[in-house]
């Protein structure tokens, strides 16, 4: 689904590689652990205590491998497409290997992995088949996918993209796609995977906490997390 029909803001829009490669200066300070760490959070499985080895698709600055070496987890590889958030996840050093290349074509090795994980980066994509296939090749028998997304009923509510400040002041959108939960379930299921738990972050006290305007928002879904099973 088109995102313009949408657009409350008519922010000068730029691709992934140049929109991150410029956020990369203040990224953490502006993506707010609400959106999707609390989700995580929330997660009853998969057991992150018996995951050996994740593959974390889209893994920007490293803020979700973060999470994951703190759950406990020994061994992560990292895929992302610019190589100034790559930058930033090496020198965090939770990561066991890092590479640069799409998250529909990461170029790792098949079934190595009991848990793929991607956080905010769907709406990024002009069609999701492809990240939920490669997940699946990356995944083992039994394994999870973990997904985070920006809910497209926020996206289409606010009217607003993903975007950044960049160093002149400017407010800058990248592309951004709208994908419904309907999308995820029909990519999902084509690839393989058996939906095992969704939970919906909802504007609440958290949130207006950090965004005291976003009050006209209160109770309506910004976020979703996805634990998708391949069975076998």
Not at 51 to 57: M, S
Not at 106 to 118: E, F, M, Q, R
Request: charged share 25%; net charge negative.
């Amino acid at each position: 689904m088109e995102f313009n029909a949408f657009d409350a803001r008519g922010y000068r829009t730029v691709d992934v590689r140049t929109g991150y490669g410029e956020w990369v200066a203040n990224y953490e300070q502006t993506v707010e652990d609400a959106m999707d760490i609390s989700l995580l959070d929330r997660l009853k499985e998969p057991s992150w205590a018996g995951v050996t080895r994740a593959a974390d698709l889209g893994c920007g600055t490293g803020r979700t491998g973060q999470w994951l070496r703190d759950k406990g987890i020994p061994a992560i590889d990292g895929v992302d497409l610019t190589p100034e958030m790559l930058a930033v996840a090496r020198r965090r050093g939770v990561h066991d290997r890092l590479v640069e290349a799409d998250v529909a074509a990461t170029g790792l090795p098949d079934g190595a992995y009991d848990l793929v994980i991607s956080s905010l980066i769907d709406q990024h994509l002009d069609d999701l088949r492809p990240l939920y296939r490669e997940a699946w090749r990356l995944a083992a028998p039994k394994a999870a996918f973990v997904l985070v997304t920006f809910h497209p009923h926020f996206i289409m509510t606010s009217g607003m993209p993903t975007h950044y400040t960049n160093s002149t002041g400017e407010s800058v959108a990248i592309t951004t796609n709208i994908h419904l939960i309907s999308d995820h379930v029909t990519a999902a299921l084509s690839a393989g995977w058996r939906l095992a738990e969704l939970h919906e972050g909802l504007i609440d006290d958290e949130w207006l906490a950090l965004k005291p305007k976003w009050e006209r928002f209160r109770n309506h879904p910004i976020s979703a997390a996805y634990v998708w099973r391949k069975d076998g």
